[in-house]
């Protein structure tokens, strides 16, 4: 929509008499009107600048050749005025260095006005101050300034600037395992459980285990696993067997050993797993044997067993050596008992932190926290947490976000930059540190913050960064509900702004909502829409009054 304001000859013809020149009333009678448009035509505020382009169209024969403007934008508001950049105009014989208005023919002059936003120019009006002269002596102000625009837009205000806090998370588990092994061990090509293998200190260790955990609160004792192997060495289908035949005598070993000792084990499962070439790769792998680059390549590229075992027996002096030192280890029915322990419920945790709240472990203490939603128990168990766990960076830095909830933002920047210290690569330290920096108007360095990780929290906060700075296309990418209406608005695309505002409901909302009604030139939606907001929270009145938009509907 155009704003055109004429332009009367009166003050022309003043400055002809001020400067006692007559080359303006060569051209006095031939002009009738000056148009002046803005782009935008609502002056709105984009990042931290109002910017917009005047355009004074003017009529063939007007500006006389031998004049000279300066025409000054100014942004005038109550009790002060920003004033702009000036350009100048010149006349075809006009020998400086101005920018050339033709006298012949119908033309544009244009000029560009930036002026930094506060919020006192947010009821503003936009004029243009006009000084003329004639090729020399001094340029003269006409008395008359010209209108261009009224009032600064600034739906970009109207964003929520509450930026995504990340909560570094807990690692409770409800039921934790533990678990005892040993070995029972079996001479080359044999499956005889030898009975000093059955008086060995790791299969007693074994048995103490599972009597200490049968029938303990909160215990559940599992059955014993027992895995036995053959060594990689000779065919493989009598390795096979003897991997079986081990795993037969190691169930009836255990079994008969448990009863005597009165071992309360539930079950024995075996499972005969053949040749042991994982265990072979990993004794290798920690050994310091002479070629262990070679075997380990040949395990790599070789799949077939019996082709790796003829490969690595070509290795003569090697193979002696794996033959005395890894094979024997090979030779066995690995035993392993789990014990599952069941940690304490909700309401046990919830009620532990709300009394002794010392006798939790760390991840109870951060798992307790998130069982409640106010902030002065949060606040509570993550300040427990740093006392009692001090080089835990995630107490640190989820007692930050709760102080930054509470509007204490000074111990919140401090709780982080101790988490900081800690982990100073985590990702929910990165982005608190970007979200501090961002409520600090610090851009420059919430930006930092937010590229240098990828997470979901940091790419909202970047779009906010984004929105502030009026890079609106970007912005769109990364927000997401009301913040994203507001960013879809100033980007130009008001129809998916009102798509996403269909399932929005709170009183910003409907103010938004109100304003795309304005853009739209619907004054019944303006008035359903406002009511709305305000009905839901009276400061929009307030605002409504100050709002460009709404000149023509509010009152």
């Known amino acids: 929509m155009k704003k055109i304001f004429k332009i009367s000859l009166v003050a022309i013809i003043a400055a002809v008499t001020l400067t006692s020149c007559n080359c303006f009333k060569k051209v006095a009678k031939n002009i009738n009107e000056l148009s002046i448009t803005s782009s935008p035509a609502v002056l709105t505020l984009k990042g931290s600048t109002v910017d917009a382009v005047c355009t004074l169209e003017v009529p063939a024969k007007v500006f006389v050749t031998s004049a ?71 340029l003269v102000a006409l008395p008359e300034e010209f209108i261009v625009a009224e009032g600064v837009s600034t739906v970009q205000l109207l964003a929520d600037d509450f930026a995504k806090l990340s909560i570094a998370k807990d690692n409770f588990k409800r039921v934790t395992t533990i678990s005892e092994k040993a070995n029972i061990m079996y001479t080359v090509n044999s499956s005889v459980v030898r009975s000093k293998e059955l008086s060995s200190d790791e299969l007693a260790t074994l048995q103490n285990f599972i009597k200490e955990n049968e029938g303990a609160y909160r215990r559940t004792v599992g059955d ?22 081990r795993g037969t005598s190691t169930e009836k070993a255990l079994a008969k050993k448990f009863k005597k000792d009165k071992t309360p084990a539930k079950g024995i499962q075996v499972d005969a797993l053949g040749e042991d070439w994982d265990g072979f790769k990993e004794l290798v792998e920690q050994s310091n044997i002479e070629q262990k680059d070679l075997i380990l390549q040949i395990l790599q590229m070789t799949q077939d067993p019996e082709k790796r075992d003829a490969e690595i027996k070509n ?21 392993q008992v789990d014990v599952d322990v069941e940690g304490y419920t909700d309401q046990e945790i919830k009620d532990l932190v709300n009394g002794d709240i010392n006798s939790l472990k760390i991840e109870e203490v951060l798992y307790g926290a998130t069982l409640f939603t106010d902030l002065a128990t949060q606040t509570k168990a993550y300040t427990a947490a740093t006392k009692n766990f001090a080089s835990c960076y995630r107490a640190w830095n989820n007692l930050g976000v709760v102080l930054a909830k509470d509007g204490k933002i000074n111990e919140a920047k401090g709780a982080f930059a101790k988490a900081a210290n800690l982990n100073a690569s985590s990702n929910e330290v990165i982005n608190n540190l970007g979200v501090i920096a961002l409520f600090e108007g610090n851009n420059a360095e919430a930006k930092k913050y937010f590229s240098s990780i990828s997470t979901s929290d940091s790419k909202y906060n970047m779009g906010l960064v984004n929105l502030a700075e009026g890079n609106y296309a970007a912005a769109v990418k990364t927000l997401e509900g009301y913040n994203l209406a507001v960013a879809e608005v100033c980007n130009g695309n008001v129809s998916r702004a009102k798509t996403i505002l269909s399932s929005e409901k709170s009183a910003a909302a409907d103010y938004l909502k109100a304003l795309i009604a304005a853009k739209e030139g619907n004054g019944a939606g303006v008035t359903s829409n406002l009511n709305t907001a305000i009905s839901k929270d009276a400061s929009y009145e307030a605002l409504s009054k100050n709002e460009v938009e709404f000149i023509k509907y509010v009152k």
Do not use: H, W
């Open 224 to 245: 014993v696993y027992a895995n036995a192997y053959a060594s990689p060495e000779g065919p493989l289908e009598l390795n096979d067997k003897l991997s079986a035949s």
């Open 68 to 138: 000279v403007l300066k025409v000054t934008p100014v942004l005038v508001y109550e009790g002060g005025e920003i004033i702009g950049t000036p350009k100048y105009f010149q006349g075809e014989k006009v020998k400086d260095n101005y920018t050339v208005v033709p006298y012949g023919e119908a033309s544009k002059m244009t000029l560009a006005a930036s002026f930094e936003y506060k919020p006192e120019i947010k009821r503003s009006t936009l004029v243009l101050r006009v000084e003329a002269k004639c090729k020399k002596g001094d």
């Open 315 to 335: 290795l003569a002096a090697v193979f002696t050596v794996l033959s005395e030192t890894i094979l024997p280890e090979l030779r066995r029915s690995r035993l």
